[in-house]
């Protein structure tokens, strides 16, 4: 089983949907956790960064994390054309200044 | 958040050579992490570089085969050597983003990105 797991989608979406994002993680030490924006031949972007259970928002995005499911999910309300992206969850092992390790990320295309 | 220029941003090369890709940070920095993004596969680690010190490889990855340099706390190289079509992928560096003073990290920034292509 891998440490993280994220379906790959290709997820599309009308514009104005909102849309859901999912990772599952094995590793109970993962304690804090972040979400990244990648848009095609650039580098990811960090979007959201979480490390407690619950909901974080910042504008149209939420993050949301369950440590007893071991779940964590990004939820993007009123999706624009420009949120057409892949999106990559991604937790440092050992909670502080160490290697991530990354979900394969989802493609998400918002049509207008 | 930091500023990373990482170039090249994507190349071409032939089978047995190799490639060294740069990147400079905006400030010092104490840590540069190495990552590699396979078609379709999450971003894996490679390596991680402090200053002063030799890098420490990941498994699976060896300095034979990916040395990297780490001259000063802005500045950072990866070498790709003895290139096969396998190592095909995007190269990524990373630094980590911290309040100033501080043990606190509020997330990682990367650098745009080398797509290389062995042929």
């Known amino acids: 089983q891998k440490e993280v797991e994220q379906d790959p989608g290709p997820l599309s979406v009308p514009e104005g949907a909102i849309v859901s994002l999912n990772c599952t993680y094995s590793n109970s030490a993962f304690q804090y956790f972040m979400w990244y924006r990648q848009y095609s031949r650039k580098g990811p972007e960090l979007l959201m960064y979480t490390y407690s259970s619950g909901n974080k928002e910042d504008g149209r995005f939420t993050a949301q994390v369950d440590k007893s499911s071991k779940y964590i999910s990004l939820f993007i309300r009123d999706s624009q054309p420009s949120d057409s992206a892949t999106y990559l969850c991604a937790m440092p092992l050992q909670g502080g200044s160490e290697k991530l390790v990354f979900g394969k990320g989802t493609k998400l295309t918002v049509n207008p | 958040s930091a500023v990373i220029s990482q170039k090249p941003s994507r190349d071409i090369c032939q089978r047995g050579t190799s490639l060294t890709i740069q990147c400079q940070v905006d400030s010092q920095v104490t840590m540069m992490f190495w990552y590699r993004q396979q078609p379709g596969q999450s971003l894996t680690l490679i390596a991680t570089a402090n200053q002063g010190s030799e890098a420490t490889y990941e498994s699976g990855f060896v300095i034979d085969k990916f040395p990297i340099s780490r001259p000063n706390l802005t500045f950072s190289t990866l070498t790709v050597s003895n290139m096969s079509p396998e190592d095909s992928s995007i190269y990524l560096c990373?630094?980590?983003?911290?309040?100033?003073?501080?043990?606190?990290?509020?997330?990682?920034?990367f650098g745009s990105g080398t797509r290389l292509t062995v042929v």
């Open positions: 990373s630094v980590e983003d911290r309040v100033p003073g501080t043990a606190w990290t509020y997330g990682y920034t």
